[in-house]
Each structure stands twice: as C-alpha cells, then as structure tokens.
Nanobody, 124 residues
Framework: QVQLVESGGGSAQAGESLSLSCKAS????????MAWYRQAPGEQRALVAS???????YYADAVKDRFRISADNVKKTAHLQMDLLQLEDTAIYVC??????????????????WGQGIQVTVSR
C-alpha cells in the first residue's frame, strides 16, 4: 500500500524561503503525478503546483515565479522549493499523489492519495 510522508515547512518571514518534501513509499509503480495543494483559513483547498513523473511541472499563477516543484521519478519524491514567501502563502500544505489507475488503499479503491498536511506560516 502506498504511503506519503511529508516533511519541511515551518515558519519564515516574508521574503525568506521554505521547502516541502513528499516521499511516496510502498507500491509506487502506479503513481503518475504528484502535487501540492494548500488551504488557508476561510478558503478552499487550491492547487499550488504539480509535476508528472516525466518532470513536467504546472504552477498556480500566484506562485509560478516564486515556487519550484521537482521530482525524483525513481524515488517517487516531490520537492517544493518556496522562495520569496508572502503572507498570503500561509496555509496548510498537503501532498497528493495521483495514480494511473484505481488502487487499493485503506477504505477502498482510489486514484488519489493525500498526505497529512504541513503548516507553512509566513510573518512580517
């Protein structure tokens, strides 16, 4: 069974940098993409960045010139480098793995798996 382990995040001042990592383990052969979402207080969860296992990246407009996502296709690890942090970047960041097919996870069959979430806090 696939498991996602997130690390990084924390607190930083505006203009500083933080990073996030998400490592998938277990039966990872069916993973085709990984992504980072975030949810700020009072807002809906939104896509921040995603990357296919062929390393094709996608970014939300709000972060495209400040954040960089990369992936190790063999290790199935996604890394999000967050530079020039802004107050608006404060949110819980959640890793998501997307599968080529539905896979068996706890509770049934799914084509996406979510991590636990990591707090990122940006202050003045």
């Amino acid at each position: 069974q696939v498991q996602l382990v997130e690390s990084g995040g924390g607190s930083a001042q505006a203009g500083e940098s933080l990073s996030l990592s998400c490592k998938a383990s277990g039966d990872v052969a069916k993973i085709k993409a990984m992504a980072w979402y975030r949810q700020a207080p009072g807002e809906q969860r939104a896509l921040v960045a995603s990357i296919d296992m062929d390393n094709t990246p996608y970014y939300a407009d709000a972060v495209k010139d400040r954040f960089r996502i990369s992936a190790d296709n063999v290790k199935k690890t996604a890394h999000l480098q967050m530079d020039l942090l802004q107050l608006e970047d404060t949110a819980i960041y959640v890793c998501c793995a997307e599968f080529t097919t539905f896979v068996k996870l706890e509770g049934g069959y799914f084509n996406m798996l979510w991590g636990q979430g990591i707090q990122v806090t940006v202050s003045r």
